[in-house]
């Protein structure tokens, strides 16, 4: 239903949304069909949109980025504004954005990834988060110089079994060829032309059932041409699969058969180690600088119930040392505070990365913790990674999103918006207000036309290399290009 009438008195409906990733347009595309003549005005720190679907999706999985053409549709509306290079709480301050809007979408991703915290991370060379690979072959400009050395050995091993950790053993150990014809950059394709990786071992504290990884990765990799799977220590899988759930069944079955490439004419090989949880980072004794090695405690399960997906596992007395050139920590993101967020009464728990929040995705006040009373902050709400932590896929995405729409468009109905605005703006002009700021004359935004025009230069350059694009990885180099 279409808010028709809501806002009669209050002139239209503006709406900021901070972050221009799947979470921020699908909650755009929502309000913007629940509440008649709503005007969003979508913020994003880098000057190009998309967020995790340009720099977090593998360039090898084109289909799951066809949902930028709903966003371009949602962003050719005139009720839509999109402001590119503009980092909210360093570029214009959170107390200088709220005043303009009815209401504020936090939608923005994880900025940081989680550490392991062990001897050697910091000081040896050849380790790398999963985060700043995956940025690095995918053009984000934060990692453009990354330079992983592929060509320290032929051993690598990947911390976490999760869908990214998959994604960078496929990257790792496809044929080159196979990754050309697609938005992968070129810089990062000279390196994995120079790779000398053979063996990925994908290490996770936890049993097969309790992998975050999905059916559709693990075929993927059991299927990657000239790459053979190391099988799986049956004992780790129940002794009768078929009264597994299903989805729990389906993973098994294509665990236990492995991959279509036998070991004896296999050039690569990737493994999947379970039960092993990491201890400490090992140099090499001729370059201490240098990784050689991780060294791992064993971990068995409590309990019985091994299929249970929340089973938990405690340390034994078991180690193990496994050789390794490489090694990659894949086990999570993390969103952080925005500065500025205190001070306006904006509540973020440090140790989960997110705003906290109800299911709704309306901000819960910090007073809520002191007087046991549950209060929501008035016009403020959060979706996506910010709301609920790194999980999810594009589709649980959209669900979370239209989620938090909902809660905007009910709010706005109720007569519930923004407390702390500036009463004399009214209606709420949003970004028509805010670019006459001088702090926001000094940097240079982009709109979308200038986001297309970026867009239209990458493929003129990757039509001529072959491939579907090819990406601006320097931020002045945009700039440049369309001012």
Known sequence: MILRDAAANRGPFRLAIIGAGPAGFYGAYRVMSRIEHAVVDMYEKLPVPYGLVRFGVAPDHPEIKKCQDKFT??????????????????????????????????AYGASQDRRLGIPGEDQ???????????????????????????????????????N???????????????????????????????????????????????????????????????????????????????????????????LMKGSTTASSSAEKSWALNFLRSPTSF?????????????????????????????????????????????????????????????????????????????????????SSEKTGTLTYVPGLYCTGWVKNGPTGVIATTMEDAFSSAEAIAEDWEAGISLANGDVTEFPKRG?????????VRSRQTVSWENWQKIEAEERKRGEFKGKEREKFTSIPDMLDFVH
Do not use: C
């Open 73 to 106: 549709e949602v962003a050719n509306s005139p009720r839509f504004n999109f402001v590119g290079n503009l980092d909210i709480g360093r570029d214009l301050p959170l107390a200088a954005l709220l005043p303009h809007y009815n209401a504020v979408l936090f």
């Open 282 to 366: 090992v140099g090499s004794p001729r370059n201490s600088n240098k990784l050689t090695a991780m060294e791992f405690v064993k971990t068995a399960f409590q309990g019985q119930d091994h299929s249970d997906p929340k089973a938990k596992v405690q340390p034994t007395a078991e180690t193990s040392t496994i050789p390794a050139s490489l090694a990659f920590r894949s086990i999570g993101y993390k969103s952080e505070a925005l500065p500025g967020m205190e001070q306006v009464g904006i509540p973020f728990d440090e140790s989960t990365g997110t705003i906290p929040n109800a299911s709704s995705g309306r901000v819960i006040a910090a």
């Open 431 to 439: 970004w028509d207000s805010l670019k006459a700021d001088s702090m």
């Open 164 to 254: 990214v950790a998959l994604d960078v053993a496929r990257i790792l150990l496809s044929d080159v060829d196979r990754l050309r014809k697609t938005d992968i950059t070129e810089r990062a394709l000279a390196a994995l032309s120079e790779s000398k990786v053979k063996r990925v071992r994908i290490v996770g504290r936890r049993g097969p059932l309790q992998a975050s990884f999905t059916i559709k990765e693990i075929r993927e990799l059991m299927t990657l041409e000239g790459v053979a799977f190391n099988p799986v220590d049956t004992t780790l899988f129940p002794s009768d699969p078929t009264k597994l759930p299903r989805v729990q069944k389906r993973l098994t079955q294509l």
């Open 124 to 162: 040896l060379e050849g380790i790398y988060s999963a985060r700043g690979f995956v940025g690095w072959y995918n053009g984000l400009p934060e990692y453009a110089n990354l330079s992983p050395k592929l060509d320290l050995g032929d051993e690598a091993i990947i911390i976490g079994q999760g």
